[in-house]
């Protein structure tokens, strides 16, 4: 049992939204400080923002067991990933979910480097969505996921994208294997849950959820993603 399985479920939401706190505070800070520079290796990055995280947040940034810097081509595939150097026209995901591990939550964000404009459309376009997922999740207190999932992919339809994963979230805290969905298909937002969002799970606490968004430009082949805790508001 974990430590937010035993919390109240109060609690467990405050400490949730703090870990999503302090991960859009160092992507802020990324960003500000440039980290992400044409030239500099995945590696380099990696290390900039790590020790970013334990000046902002100490101890409370938890241990990094995995990489969370991916360009280009390597925000495509599922990892390991190959070392590269970022290059001036790149897209970069920045995952913080290593980061977060004491709080069973995640972040991610692509930044386009440069001024590609395809590629500034594509993290534009993928923000709209996300935010209409958002919208829709709030307005709708028994939506499923399946239609979540379906207000997505007609989102990403509707500014000419494709979503490029069968799920676009999960429960906080379920591992995100290729096979976790298939075993417990009421845990991801996508076609196979027809379960509403907000629940109480068998455990006796409220279902929070990931939101989870990979979006491709089919035409280019480049590759955006989101990812947040999707609460509420």
Same mark, same amino acid.
Request: glycine letters at 10%; a positive charge.
């Given at each position: 049992m974990t430590t937010l399985d035993r919390m109240d479920a109060g609690l467990r939401a405050l400490h949730l939204a703090e870990g999503q706190r302090m991960a859009q505070r160092l992507f802020s800070q990324v960003v500000a400080t440039q980290v992400l520079r044409p030239g500099r290796s995945e590696e380099e990055a990696d290390n900039r923002i790590a020790l970013i995280a334990r000046e902002i947040f100490g101890a409370r940034a938890g241990r990094v067991r995995r990489r969370f810097v991916r360009s280009a081509s390597d925000t495509v595939v599922g990892g390991p990933w190959p070392e590269r150097v970022i290059g001036a026209q790149d897209l970069v995901v920045l995952d913080f979910e290593p980061l977060l591990a004491p709080y069973e939550t995640g972040f991610a964000r692509t930044v386009a480097v440069g001024d590609g404009l395809a590629r500034r459309r594509l993290v534009q376009d993928l923000a709209l969505v996300a935010a209409g997922a958002r919208d829709a999740f709030r307005a709708a207190g028994s939506l499923t996921g399946r239609e979540l999932h379906a207000e997505v992919h007609a989102l990403a339809a509707g500014a000419g994208r494709i979503l490029g994963a069968r799920h676009c979230g999960r429960l906080t805290g379920t591992p995100s294997g290729p096979h976790a969905a298939a075993v417990r298909p009421e845990a991801f937002i996508g076609p196979d849950n027809d379960r509403p969002l907000r629940r109480t799970l068998e455990e006796g606490r409220? @279902? %929070?959820?990931?939101?989870?968004?990979?979006? !491709?430009?089919g035409r280019?082949? %480049? /590759? @955006? !993603? %989101? /990812?947040?805790?999707?609460e509420p508001a």
């Amino acid at each position: 049992m974990t430590t937010l399985d035993r919390m109240d479920a109060g609690l467990r939401a405050l400490h949730l939204a703090e870990g999503q706190r302090m991960a859009q505070r160092l992507f802020s800070q990324v960003v500000a400080t440039q980290v992400l520079r044409p030239g500099r290796s995945e590696e380099e990055a990696d290390n900039r923002i790590a020790l970013i995280a334990r000046e902002i947040f100490g101890a409370r940034a938890g241990r990094v067991r995995r990489r969370f810097v991916r360009s280009a081509s390597d925000t495509v595939v599922g990892g390991p990933w190959p070392e590269r150097v970022i290059g001036a026209q790149d897209l970069v995901v920045l995952d913080f979910e290593p980061l977060l591990a004491p709080y069973e939550t995640g972040f991610a964000r692509t930044v386009a480097v440069g001024d590609g404009l395809a590629r500034r459309r594509l993290v534009q376009d993928l923000a709209l969505v996300a935010a209409g997922a958002r919208d829709a999740f709030r307005a709708a207190g028994s939506l499923t996921g399946r239609e979540l999932h379906a207000e997505v992919h007609a989102l990403a339809a509707g500014a000419g994208r494709i979503l490029g994963a069968r799920h676009c979230g999960r429960l906080t805290g379920t591992p995100s294997g290729p096979h976790a969905a298939a075993v417990r298909p009421e845990a991801f937002i996508g076609p196979d849950n027809d379960r509403p969002l907000r629940r109480t799970l068998e455990e006796g606490r409220p @279902a %929070h959820w990931l939101l989870q968004i990979r979006l !491709v430009d089919g035409r280019r082949g %480049h /590759t @955006a !993603v %989101h /990812t947040e805790l999707l609460e509420p508001a």
